[in-house]
């Protein structure tokens, strides 16, 4: 088994080395994908400093590889699927409540609040200036938008 025994500064170059490159390419792709093995070759360049055998190296770095990947895997995919990604852009707009400061026509563009910026706006059906409306869409810099429905009124016995 002779074979199998190195001198501790190549064990500490080995894993130094493959840990830099696991570190390297986690950062490259930001996806998990080496952060279990760069995990394990920690665990291997630790374990260098109490044995000489790059065998029970080897497995050092399998079994921490390992037991990570089982470990953190469950949570990482939990935490992706718990919630949809948030808007960005113009894109967070949509569904939020404006109130037109210029009236609105089929056929011609009016203008809308929201947020306190005045954006130019469309709507299939006419809007008064004062009337609040719910964003739908965005083209460009335009929004679509549509009247807000009114809660019905209950009647007071």
């Known amino acids: 088994m002779q074979i199998w025994l190195v001198s501790p500064l190549t064990s500490i170059l080995l894993w130094s080395i493959l840990l830099a490159v696991f570190v390297v390419v986690e950062m490259a792709t930001v996806n998990l994908v080496t952060v279990w093995f760069a995990v394990g070759s920690l665990a291997a360049l630790i374990s260098s400093a109490f044995t000489r055998s790059l065998l029970v190296q080897v497995v050092v770095f399998l079994v921490v590889t390992a037991v990570a ?3 953190s895997k469950p949570f990482m995919d939990k935490a992706r699927h718990m919630r949809p990604a948030a808007p960005v852009g113009l894109e967070r707009n949509l569904g939020r409540q404006a109130t037109v400061v210029q009236p609105v026509r089929p056929e011609l563009p ?3 609040q929201l947020d306190g910026v005045d954006w130019t ?5 006419g809007l008064a ?3 609040l409306c719910i964003v739908t869409g965005i083209s460009g810099t335009t929004l679509r938008v549509e009247p807000m429905r009114q ?4 009647t007071e016995v």
């Open 151 to 154: 809660p019905a009124h209950s």
């Open 121 to 125: 706006a469309v709507c299939e059906t």
């Open 110 to 112: 009016g203008r809308v």
């Open 69 to 71: 990947l089982a470990v």
């Open 129 to 131: 200036e004062g009337d």
